[in-house]
Antibody
Framework: VQLVESGGGLVQPGKSLKLSCSASGFTFSSYGMHWIRQAPGKGLDWVAYISSSSGTVYADAVKGRFTISRDNAKNTLYLQLNSLKSEDTAIYYCARLWATMALDYWGQGVMVTVSS | DIQMTQSPSSISVSLGDRFTITCRAS??????LSWYQQKPEKSPKLMIYRATNLEDGVPSRFSGSRSGSDYSLTINSLESEDTGIYFC?????????FGSGTKLEIK
């Protein structure tokens, strides 16, 4: 199992960014997937979830600004980040949901920095 | 939202000692709790799932337990490779919530 995030970078407040998480080593379409973020030197914050059937759930802090999606044909998870704020600055991880057990595999993370 | 209160926030432990981290859930989470280890500049690694189950490949000196709303991760006979930050996660209901983390150092 491998999860590889990409698409991060430095972006100005109010702008947009799209993160990708490329999955391999498992049947991607069968698993729910999460995005979790970690501000520099801080703890972990859950961001969003998409089920195998593409149902979605969002943290209040990002609802209406971020959109999680998936392309099962490309084995890729996405996170569209709009109207970015400085407080969105963090490392963003994608993680696989293992049934009702845990988030069992995590990507290496991608840094998003929101600054003027 | 379910609050996960994790303690201690940091600790220094001697090699070979036993150490326990606790997360207290503000609501019933019915064993929907997992523990993760994070090394510097690395992503979290699953250690314990569903409160008491050891993930494949994790040393048997790690164990998880539950007493009421308190969930604990215990490390028996601490080894140098066990340093890092440990987090709990509840996945009973959305939003998922993490404990604030425990930084484990070797004395």
């Amino acid at each position: 199992v491998q999860l590889v995030e990409s698409g991060g970078g430095l972006v100005q407040p109010g702008k947009s960014l799209k993160l990708s998480c490329s999955a391999s080593g498992f049947t991607f379409s069968s698993y729910g997937m999460h995005w979790i973020r970690q501000a520099p030197g801080k703890g972990l914050d859950w961001v969003a979830y998409i089920s195998s059937s593409s149902g979605t759930v969002y943290a209040d802090a990002v609802k209406g600004r971020f959109t999680i999606s998936r392309d099962n044909a490309k084995n890729t998870l996405y996170l569209q980040l709009n109207s970015l704020k400085s407080e969105d600055t963090a490392i963003y991880y994608c993680a696989r949901l293992w049934a009702t057990m845990a988030l069992d595999y995590w990507g290496q993370g991608v840094m998003v920095t929101v600054s003027s | 939202d379910i609050q996960m209160t994790q303690s201690p926030s940091s600790i220094s432990v001697s090699l070979g000692d036993r150490f326990t981290i606790t997360c207290r859930a503000s609501q019933d989470i019915g064993n929907y709790l997992s523990w993760y280890q994070q090394k510097p500049e690395k992503s979290p690694k699953l250690m314990i799932y569903r409160a008491t189950n050891l993930e494949d490949g994790v040393p048997s000196r790690f164990s998880g337990s539950r007493s009421g709303s308190d969930y604990s991760l215990t490390i028996n006979s601490l080894e140098s490779e066990d340093t890092g930050i440990y987090f709990c996660l509840q996945h009973k209901q959305y939003p998922l919530t993490f404990g604030s983390g425990t930084k484990l150092e070797i004395k």
